[in-house]
């Protein structure tokens, strides 16, 4: 059983027993250069290019959140 509510959703794990599960952001974790490196570094490692092209996207979202990219629109990737 689920229920959808906000950012929040509950899962039934046994009869009457509920977990809380939120959506989960890295854009709050990529707040150093240091911090960007590496998680650039860790996707670029996956050999993925849909996961690296949403990680680009979440470090743009991270730059733009502290006023470095304000007033560049967000692009949007599609790996091929």
Not at 20 to 28: E, G, H, L, P, Q
Request: glycine residues 4%; charged residues 20%.
């Amino acid at each position: 059983m689920r229920n959808m509510r906000g950012n929040h959703q509950s899962v039934c794990i046994t009869g009457s027993a509920y977990m809380r599960i939120t959506n989960f952001d890295a854009v709050k974790y990529l707040d150093s250069p240091e911090a960007i490196i590496t998680y650039l570094q860790d996707a670029l490692d996956t050999h993925d290019s849909a996961y690296l092209a949403k990680a680009v996207e979440t470090v743009v979202r991270a730059l733009r959140r502290d006023g470095i990219l304000s007033n560049l629109p967000l692009p949007r990737i599609q790996p091929n």
